[in-house]
């Protein structure tokens, strides 16, 4: 393995496309509650949208090699980008300002997990999301079924707030 990581401009965030379809596709094959909703999601509804919502976006790209073998993106987004016709993630009057920080997708392939990527990409995001010190909300959004996962991000110190669309998300935060 010849592991680099690289944080690449919203500009070429297309380089994600392939990683941001796998993980929808992942996340449906764990997923038991409402598991066809995973269908109308992909790069341009997921990604797209949530790059042009927020005020700043930070990708990182990892390769082995020439291989795009995994990717984090977390934003800092006004909290109103989180009640709309789809959801209301969580509830906008427990957030101290106007914006909150997320690490909103984050997908390392099969056979590169479970060997410390995944530990310095959540890492790097934390990093990156402490730089904005007048956001003092984060939030990590997991779909059901992903146990693996949630139970991560716990290690890491966040902590599961409350689930939505009778439990097709579990909403976590940093407090
Ligand atoms: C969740 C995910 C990003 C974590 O990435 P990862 O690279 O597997 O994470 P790490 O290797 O840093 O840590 C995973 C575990 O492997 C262990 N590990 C790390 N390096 C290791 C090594 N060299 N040997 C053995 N185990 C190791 C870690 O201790 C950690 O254990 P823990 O979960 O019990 O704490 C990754 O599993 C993934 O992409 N999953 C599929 C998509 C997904 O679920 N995305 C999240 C959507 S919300």
Redesign the pocket.
């Known amino acids: 393995m010849a592991i680099t990581y690289e944080v690449i401009p919203v500009e070429k965030a297309e380089e994600c496309r392939a990683l941001c379809n796998e993980?929808m596709v992942?996340?449906k094959s764990?997923a038991w509650i409402k598991a066809e909703l995973f269908d109308s999601m992909n790069f341009d509804t997921r990604m797209v949208p949530s790059i042009k919502n927020a005020v700043h976006n930070h990708i990182v790209l990892v390769k082995d090699n020439d291989e795009n073998i995994?990717y984090?993106y977390s934003s800092i987004s006004p909290k109103w980008a989180y009640s709309n016709d789809f959801a209301t993630f969580f509830d906008l009057s427990s957030v101290e300002g106007e914006h909150v920080g997320s690490l909103s997708?984050?997908?390392?392939?099969?056979g590169?997990?479970?060997?410390?990527?995944?530990?310095?990409?959540?890492q790097l995001s934390m990093n990156w999301l402490s730089e904005f010190d007048y956001v003092k909300d984060r939030f990590?959004?997991?779909?059901n079924g992903?146990d693996?996962?949630l139970?991560?991000?716990k290690?890491k110190g966040f902590a599961v707030s409350h689930q939505i669309l009778d439990g097709f998300i579990t909403v976590l935060r940093n407090k």
Not at 140 to 143: A, E
């Open positions: 993980l992942f996340q764990r995994g984090v997708q984050f997908y390392i392939k099969d590169y997990r479970k060997h410390g990527i995944g530990s310095k990409l959540f990590i959004f997991v779909s992903n693996d996962a139970e991560f991000y290690r």
